[in-house]
């Protein structure tokens, strides 16, 4: 739901309405489960991944082929680790890799998906962390799709500060044949105490097509406060736009509490800073997203007014990183942002919402760019649902990869749908696990 005020009145007979629908989408698929079903082109589904462990979908890349799912498994005999699934244009698996880097015999390594990135000379890198025995670094692996048994990794590590927490959030090709990643590191608790702790600090590092290191800059905004890199998109003259969020001292009715604030900095091809900006609100406010679309900055993130209520938050940035009109999605309960995509019919977002139960849905709608609410959809299974990524085909379907919870199993979840949000093909639940 949206909730402005010029729109509250309307909103709540669609609340009305939509009650109805969401009830029918949970009746349908709370038994959904994988299965081996074939879909035909025009079909739309939800289709279910697994393995023997716990699924996590994370990211997609879709082209005129198949579609590769990028996601996590967990197996209790093995370690965690990334998963490399690909399937044709209707969903049907074609091959499943697992993405064991380097030799884990006798370690404790724990891999887990970020995003990938395709690049222009076709290529495929992949970006995780990794946690080795307590020691928190990135993770880049390049696949090669014609064989994908066959890949090269390396590790992330900072070489511009001396840290011992890493965690990185994005990638993304540039138009100069590499790729950028953001994250933020800090150091903290570091067995050599010589070291002083450190705030969490926005990083990004630029690569060539080669995996080498190009470039490599922190960005901290202020001491005494902890920065966070979440998305990164390429501008103009490579210039990058840094999306995030950073959390400063402030008084609110006269106490003085620690609040987040979205933030975005634009760099040059350097990496170094054109202009740093973050505007204020009362709220938590987190960024979670950044596009470039025909020129102009679109921003996705969220706003927590308090534990229990958080809605969705939608804006523009001029071309000093202002914003335009900020336009939020949600209920009186908690909507999560996962991903957006805009085309030239408005704008998708998908993400997590347990409005109208206790669990969360993974959530889909369509808004225009001055904020009007379209359409929306929720799908519900058994446990708590998030669609992490969403994508428009050229015909208007919509797809959207997530992870869906059946009993003590997570699988990864794609679903798509018409151009409206709507299925032509429900799975069959009979076999549920």
Same mark, same amino acid.
């Given at each position: 739901?949206?909730?402005?005020?010029?729109?509250?009145?309307?909103?709540?007979?669609?609340?009305?309405?939509?009650?109805?629908?969401?009830?029918? $989408?949970?009746?349908?698929?709370?038994?959904?489960?994988?299965?081996?079903?074939?879909?035909? *082109?025009?079909?739309?589904? $939800?289709? /279910?991944?697994?393995?023997?462990?716990?699924?996590? =979908?994370?990211?997609?890349? *879709?082209?005129?082929? =198949?579609?590769?799912? &990028?996601?996590?498994?967990?197996?209790?005999?093995?370690?965690?680790?990334? &998963?490399?699934?690909?399937?044709?244009?209707?969903?049907?698996?074609?091959?499943?890799? #697992?993405?064991?880097? !380097?030799?884990?015999?006798?370690?404790?390594?724990?891999?887990?998906?970020?995003?990938?990135?395709?690049?222009?000379?076709?290529?495929?890198?992949?970006?995780?962390?990794?946690?080795?025995?307590?020691?928190?670094?990135?993770? %880049?692996?390049?696949? #090669?799709?014609?064989?994908?048994? +066959?890949?090269?990794?390396?590790?992330?590590?900072?070489?511009?500060?001396?840290? #011992?927490?890493?965690?990185?959030?994005?990638?993304?090709?540039?138009?100069?044949?590499?790729?950028?990643?953001?994250?933020?590191?800090?150091?903290?608790?570091?067995?050599?105490?010589?070291?002083?702790?450190?705030?969490?600090?926005?990083?990004? *590092?630029?690569?060539?097509?080669?995996?080498?290191?190009?470039?490599?800059?922190?960005?901290?905004?202020?001491?005494?406060?902890?920065?966070?890199?979440?998305?990164?998109?390429?501008?103009?003259?490579?210039?990058?736009?840094?999306?995030?969020?950073?959390?400063?001292?402030?008084? $609110?009715?006269?106490?003085?509490?620690?609040?987040?604030?979205?933030?975005?900095?634009?760099?040059?091809?350097?990496?170094?800073?054109?202009?740093?900006?973050?505007?204020?609100?009362?709220?938590?406010?987190?960024?979670?997203?950044?596009?470039?679309?025909?020129?102009?900055?679109?921003?996705?993130?969220?706003?927590?007014?308090?534990?229990?209520?958080?809605?969705?938050?939608?804006?523009?940035?001029?071309?000093? !990183? #202002?914003?335009?009109?900020?336009?939020?999605?949600?209920?009186?309960?908690?909507?999560?942002?996962?991903?957006?995509?805009?085309?030239?019919?408005?704008?998708?977002?998908?993400?997590?919402?347990?409005?109208?139960?206790?669990?969360?849905?993974?959530? *889909?709608?369509?808004?225009?760019?001055?904020?009007?609410?379209?359409?929306?959809?929720?799908?519900? /299974?058994? =446990?708590?649902?998030?669609?992490?990524? $969403?994508?428009?085909? +050229?015909?208007?379907?919509?797809?959207?990869?997530?992870?869906?919870?059946? !009993?003590? %199993?997570?699988?990864?979840?794609?679903?798509?749908?018409?151009?409206?949000?709507?299925?032509?093909?429900?799975?069959?639940?009979?076999?549920?696990?």
């Amino acid at each position: 739901m949206i909730f402005t005020n010029q729109k509250f009145i309307e909103n709540i007979d669609h609340l009305i309405k939509m009650n109805r629908y969401i009830i029918y $989408i949970f009746t349908v698929f709370i038994l959904a489960c994988e299965n081996e079903e074939t879909y035909e *082109i025009g079909d739309t589904y $939800i289709k /279910f991944f697994q393995t023997e462990g716990m699924e996590q =979908g994370v990211d997609f890349l *879709i082209d005129d082929n =198949g579609i590769l799912l &990028l996601g996590n498994t967990d197996n209790a005999t093995l370690n965690s680790s990334m &998963l490399l699934i690909y399937t044709d244009l209707e969903g049907n698996e074609i091959w499943q890799q #697992n993405l064991e880097a !380097g030799d884990n015999e006798g370690k404790e390594i724990t891999d887990n998906a970020v995003g990938i990135a395709k690049l222009n000379n076709g290529e495929l890198v992949i970006l995780g962390n990794r946690q080795e025995d307590g020691v928190n670094k990135g993770l %880049l692996i390049k696949v #090669n799709l014609s064989n994908p048994e +066959s890949f090269t990794y390396k590790e992330v590590t900072p070489t511009t500060v001396t840290v #011992n927490q890493v965690h990185f959030n994005d990638i993304e090709a540039t138009s100069d044949d590499g790729f950028i990643i953001i994250g933020e590191v800090r150091n903290f608790e570091n067995v050599d105490t010589s070291i002083p702790n450190s705030d969490w600090n926005m990083i990004s *590092i630029k690569y060539d097509v080669g995996m080498n290191l190009s470039l490599e800059r922190v960005n901290g905004f202020l001491n005494n406060s902890d920065d966070f890199g979440n998305s990164i998109v390429e501008g103009p003259n490579q210039n990058y736009y840094l999306f995030g969020s950073v959390t400063v001292e402030k008084v $609110i009715n006269g106490n003085s509490e620690f609040i987040s604030d979205v933030r975005t900095v634009r760099v040059n091809s350097f990496l170094d800073p054109v202009w740093d900006k973050k505007p204020e609100s009362n709220f938590n406010d987190y960024g979670k997203k950044i596009l470039n679309y025909a020129n102009t900055r679109f921003v996705l993130g969220e706003q927590h007014k308090s534990e229990t209520n958080s809605n969705i938050l939608v804006t523009e940035l001029d071309d000093n !990183g #202002n914003p335009g009109s900020i336009y939020f999605f949600g209920s009186e309960k908690e909507e999560t942002a996962g991903d957006m995509y805009v085309t030239p019919e408005g704008i998708f977002i998908t993400g997590a919402s347990n409005f109208g139960n206790n669990t969360f849905d993974i959530y *889909i709608m369509k808004i225009t760019p001055n904020g009007e609410l379209l359409w929306e959809k929720r799908f519900g /299974f058994e =446990g708590d649902d998030y669609g992490e990524k $969403i994508y428009v085909q +050229s015909n208007g379907d919509i797809l959207v990869v997530g992870s869906a919870i059946f !009993g003590n %199993l997570s699988k990864i979840c794609l679903i798509k749908t018409d151009k409206d949000g709507n299925l032509s093909k429900l799975v069959d639940n009979s076999e549920k696990e």
